[in-house]
């Protein structure tokens, strides 16, 4: 499994899910996950799955500029890195982002997301 192929076809998927059903994203991660937005942690599936519902805007479009991986640990996990500019309904002009890790670990043939960290980058 290479691991690029992998981390492409994760972020693809994980956009087009956040673009289009934010609640879908709960299924990417476990009750251990944590994801950190903006400075402030979140734990567990359901905390991170209402943290992104409940962000103040309805429609937004991410365009993806990089994505880097790297393999983690003897588990097979991987660490990836992603960034972009997030386009919200209404707005003029898109905002820049950095999701500067996924930490994606395997699961029953799959992966899950074990840590999570967002960061918008303002100029």
């Given at each position: 499994m290479d691991p690029d192929t992998v981390a492409k076809a994760f972020v693809e998927h994980y956009?087009?899910?956040f673009d289009t059903n934010r609640a879908g994203l709960v299924g990417l991660y476990?009750?251990?996950s944590m994801l950190t937005f903006e400075g402030?942690?979140?734990?567990?599936?359901?905390?991170i799955a209402a943290k992104l519902t409940s962000l103040p805007f309805e429609q937004c479009k991410h365009s993806i500029t990089t994505v880097d991986c790297q393999p983690s640990g003897p588990a097979g996990g991987m660490v990836v890195f992603?960034?972009?500019n997030l386009q919200?309904?209404?707005?003029?002009?898109p905002l820049k982002f950095s999701q500067v890790m996924f930490h994606l670990m395997p699961t029953q043939g799959s992966f899950f997301v074990f840590n999570d960290i967002f960061?918008?980058?303002y100029a």
């Open positions: 956009y087009s899910t476990q009750d251990g402030q942690k979140i734990q567990g599936a359901q905390n992603v960034s972009g919200l309904a209404g707005e003029q002009h960061r918008l980058n």
